[in-house]
């Protein structure tokens, strides 16, 4: 303990100002996980006291809300009522001066140690920075026969190591009491029984206070819709009454308009069966006709055949008549010229 006092006094004010904020740092924590808890605490314990009574009445203005919010949403909806996002919502609104407590309570571990291995580093620094200055001077002989010097040198390199680990033995200490402190006395469990707590005094206390109200509700709601339902009942059967005259007078109409439909369509009928008769007496009148033109055309046919039987034997005569012909004037030309030259013979003669 006397070395730690001594190394502790030798220590320099950076060193002194770390290990400061770190022990507030730790106070300030602790207080904070001690009234945060404690608020916790009389909010469950104000709630068991009310549960216990059967009324609403509290002293926290929280808890007051948080019940008259869930009145007036019960009274509301007309479906389930979501209890537990009504009691986060309320909490975080209404108690944000704890949940900042608790982010500082948890994080103040980390925070404290964070400053621990600033004040390492520091002192790391300062011891380094002594030895490579004790180093550099190692050529000046009078230093070296004096060893009053070197201890010195030695002495405040030596300081800084005790800075760093004097500030680190702060910060670890001081995050492992808190880490301690927090498990046992356990500030997010005592936030979340009190959640739970609210979650069932509201489910099992208020909600059976509001179901006569709810029910007084249920029954005007009904007389109004029974109220609404007999002035619709008539307004209905006005309504239906208007529309069956209507419907019938439309009927009627139509049904007349089908009977002179079914007149013309009739009529209509009787001209296509005229139509169509006097149309078959044309097809077999045409038909008649295409039976004789065919008869005629065979007839035709024949005639076509002998004309062009007698053409070719008349052509064929003509030709044995063109050739008699022929050898008729061949002949009388040959006579022509036996007689021609009888003449020349007789005239020579005489």
Known sequence: MEILTKSISNLGYIAYSIICLIAIIFVVSFITMVFVRGKYKGLQNELSSAAERRDARFRSHVLSDIVEDYKTISLASKGEINTQAIVEKNLSIKL????????????????????????????LTMSVGRLVELLGTSGNSDILV?????????????????????????????????????????????RQSLMVQLEDYLDNTVEQELLPKKESELSRISRVIESSFDGFSS????????????????????????????????ETIIKFEKALSVFSSNTRDFSEFNHNLRGNIERMDVSFINLRESIAETSKNIASNQEAMNSFSAAVQQAAAVIGSEKGTGSGGR
């Open 96 to 123: 944000r001066g704890l949940g900042l407590g608790e982010r500082f309570v948890k994080n103040s571990v980390s925070l404290m140690v964070v400053l621990g291995l600033l004040g390492t580093f520091y002192g």
């Open 146 to 190: 004096s060893m009053d010097s070197v201890v010195t040198g030695l002495i405040s390199s030596v300081r800084g190591m005790a800075v760093a680990f004097s500030t680190s033995l702060a910060g670890v200490g001081g995050s492992i009491v808190i880490t301690v402190l927090g498990i046992v006395i356990n500030i997010e469990e005592s």
């Open 235 to 266: 307004r209905v059967e006005d309504i239906l009454r208007s529309t069956v005259l209507d419907f019938s007078d439309k009927l009627a109409a139509a049904s007349s308009n089908i009977e002179n439909s079914a007149r013309c369509l009739d």
